[in-house]
Nanobody, 120 residues
């Protein structure tokens, strides 16, 4: 499975960005997908996750109410809508497949990261 993330960029505080992560390769069949982020000098942290069939979601407390994860099964794509962005959201965001969990090692497939920079 190949995961291709896109949609990052530079945005002002309070703005919005939508990330996409498209899966390709062998027939895509996963229990869930997630987004993680890593800021310079910090550990990778969980952002959001979604079950592929049921669409059940879970979020880190730091993004709850501001970020929304969703998926389009027909397009094999997961999205992360990020609103009310803060400078502390600045990080490289990576998508992952294979689990519905909050720990990075629960996921088997990873996409390349996409940089999101929030200016104050």
């Amino acid at each position: 499975v190949q995961l291709q993330a896109s949609g990052g960029g530079l945005v002002q505080a309070g703005g919005s960005v939508r990330l996409s992560c498209a899966a390709s390769g062998r027939t895509f069949n996963t229990y869930g997908m997630g987004w993680f982020r890593q800021a310079p000098g910090k550990e990778r942290e969980f952002v959001a996750t979604i079950t592929w069939r049921g669409g059940v979601t879970d979020y880190a407390d730091s993004v709850k109410g501001r970020f929304t994860i969703s998926r389009d099964i027909a397009k094999n794509t997961v999205y992360l809508q990020m609103n009310s962005l803060k400078p502390e959201d600045t990080a490289v965001y990576s998508c992952a497949a294979g689990s519905y969990g909050t720990r990075w090692y629960e996921y088997s497939d990873w996409g390349q990261g996409t940089q999101v920079t929030v200016s104050s």
